[in-house]
């Protein structure tokens, strides 16, 4: 609210100011209009196109309601040719878009497909890109919940030996998840969905036995996991879920001795109908330019 109506009320003050034959009440996350009817009209016209601009950009500013008070600018209107490659418009206005072809293929196939395999090198967007497809589905209330998990596999470290308690040891691993989420939630937003468990973010151990319904799930570093963890995670789907599965097979943290689930589950899984599998490349790396450098020296090497 203190994003929408402005520190002070002052975009609510503005509003009220151009019709003083008018009462603008904002009590919690109520506004009240009184005054005659075809001024009424006019402010809620005006409120209109504050909300759906709000919606749309995630702030107000006082240029924005002397904007469309004077009527110099219009209500947002989602347009298919400015909008098509958007995914959400995340917090503070940021703009989340598909910036490489195979992303953009990542959010057709999300739309088409309940269950789909997003693999490809580090920096291509998986997870950023696989996250606000969720977020979008949560808004756009088309499931009721986002579950987020990875394995607590060590890259190189060793977890008994950070200091904390288990949810203090996890959290670094699911840090990539919660910056993605600050992008794309207001914090006061986030917290709540958090505490409420409307999104949840856990440990792929914590999903035994449970059976995910009207959510979307993403599993995040999935080659991971072991053969009877994927399959353990894949048969969680409840009615009304979907999923998204990334994956990058060339950064498996496992012992030398343990074949990885995503390898697995990609030749296991192929052919069956309903499920897809995208498949990223150097081309798609959206991180700092020398990435892409680094990563074809690496598979260089390793050829």
């Known amino acids: 609210m203190v994003d929408f109506l402005g520190i002070h009320n002052v975009n609510i003050k503005e509003v009220a100011a151009a019709f003083p034959g008018s009462k603008i009440i904002s009590r919690g996350n109520e506004i009240r209009i009184q005054g005659t009817a075809p001024e009424i009209i006019r402010i809620t016209d005006v409120m209109d196109s504050l909300i759906a601009h709000y919606q749309k950009y995630g702030k107000v500013t006082n240029d924005n309601v002397k904007g469309y008070l004077n009527g110099v600018v219009k209500s947002p209107v989602a347009s298919a040719e400015d909008d098509a490659d958007v995914i959400i418009y995340g917090n503070k206005g940021l703009v989340v878009k598909a910036k490489t072809p195979n992303q953009k293929l990542l959010v057709e196939q999300a739309e088409k497909f309940d269950l789909v395999f997003a693999v490809g090198p580090a920096g291509t967007g998986k997870t950023y890109t696989a996250v606000a497809i969720a977020v979008r589905a949560l808004k756009n209330k088309e499931v009721r919940k986002i579950i987020i998990t990875r394995p607590a596999v060590e890259a190189g470290e060793n977890l008994g030996f950070l200091p904390g308690d288990l949810k203090e040891k996890i959290d670094p691993y699911l840090r990539p998840i919660y910056d993605a989420l600050d992008d794309m939630i207001a914090p006061e937003k986030l917290k709540l969905y958090l505490e409420s468990r409307v999104i949840e973010i ?25 053969p009877m963890q994927m399959k353990m995670f894949l048969t969680r789907m409840g009615p009304s879920s979907k999923a998204i599965i990334t994956g990058d097979k060339s950064q498996i943290d496992l012992p030398k001795n343990l074949k990885s689930g995503l390898i697995d589950s990609l030749g296991v899984l192929k052919g069956i109908k309903g499920i897809s599998f995208v498949e990223l490349d150097g081309s ?20």
Not at 212 to 226: G, M, P, V
Not at 284 to 303: F, G, N, P, T, W
């Open 202 to 226: 856990a440990p792929l151990a914590y999903m035994r036995g449970r059976t995910l319904n009207n959510a979307f799930i993403l599993l995040d570093e999935a080659q991971n996991t072991t």
């Open 284 to 303: 798609d790396v959206v991180r700092h330019r020398l990435v892409k450098d680094i990563l074809a020296a690496y598979d260089k090497s390793e050829q």
